[in-house]
């Protein structure tokens, strides 16, 4: 069964209150948090997601997912360990060094927060295998990062295979979190292809119910 992290970012300006408790009964895993900084991705969203995920604290326990597409790793941590999220996941091509992205992992960590690594469709997934026994999730762009609503590149697919066999190999535990461009028709193979964490965004946001197109996304 896999989990679903509904991603916050295409909803619209004033329908989050609402949008948020209808997802909450629709009993998504997790709010996905796309922290955008208009510099390691040209949209800018952090402010928002600042107010958004305060706010989420505040009205519902479900576990905050946050996604950084940030250049100044460091600094969106400490601003997001401060609402105490489930997991801080970072990219890999953020960090200017390894040894940047061992203080990003040893950070998170040191303030009890669970950590995941991002790589970006051009990537190469055994870039950060060396990683993997250090974190608690590896998340696949299935789209290039920087805005929702983007066509899922199908190609990626063999990423996710060869990720899940490199993690079974080497009998790690971590969750294998795919995200951009999931939606009814893409959900089926990136599961067959091993992802136990499908990340939706417009897919679900702009569904009627909210709660069939989780069920359906999940089973
Ligand atoms: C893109 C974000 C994704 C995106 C997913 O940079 O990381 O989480 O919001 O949105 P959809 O599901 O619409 O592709
Ligand atoms: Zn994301």
């Not at 060869?162 to 089926?188: C, F, M, R, S």
């Not at 599961?191 to 946001?205: C, D, M, Q």
């Amino acid at each position: 069964m896999v989990e679903i992290s509904t991603s916050i970012l295409s909803i619209k300006e004033g329908e989050e209150a609402s949008n948020f408790l209808e997802l909450e009964t629709a009993k998504t895993d997790y709010f996905h948090i796309d922290v955008m900084d208009g510099k390691f991705v040209e949209k800018n969203t952090y402010q928002k997601m600042i107010q958004n995920v305060s706010y989420l604290k505040r009205i519902s326990n479900l576990p905050l997912d946050i996604h950084l597409m940030v250049e100044d790793v460091k600094e969106a941590i400490d601003d997001f360990l401060a609402v105490e999220p489930n997991i801080i996941t970072f990219h890999l091509e953020a960090c200017k060094s390894k040894e940047e992205v061992w203080e990003m992992i040893r950070y998170i960590k040191e303030n009890h927060c669970r950590v995941g690594i991002s790589v970006k469709p051009n990537t190469k997934i055994e870039e950060v295998y060396e990683f993997l026994p250090f974190v608690h999730l590896c998340l696949i762009m299935t789209v290039e990062p920087g805005k929702g609503g983007q066509t899922f590149l199908t190609d990626m697919l063999q990423k996710i295979e060869t990720l899940k066999e490199y993690i079974e190999q080497h009998e790690l535990e971590l969750d294998i979190e795919v995200d951009g461009g999931i939606n009814l028709k893409t959900a089926p193979a990136v599961k067959e292809a091993g992802a136990n964490i499908l990340v939706a965004g417009t897919a679900i946001v702009m569904a009627k119910n909210f709660k069939v197109i989780i069920d359906e996304l999940k089973a």
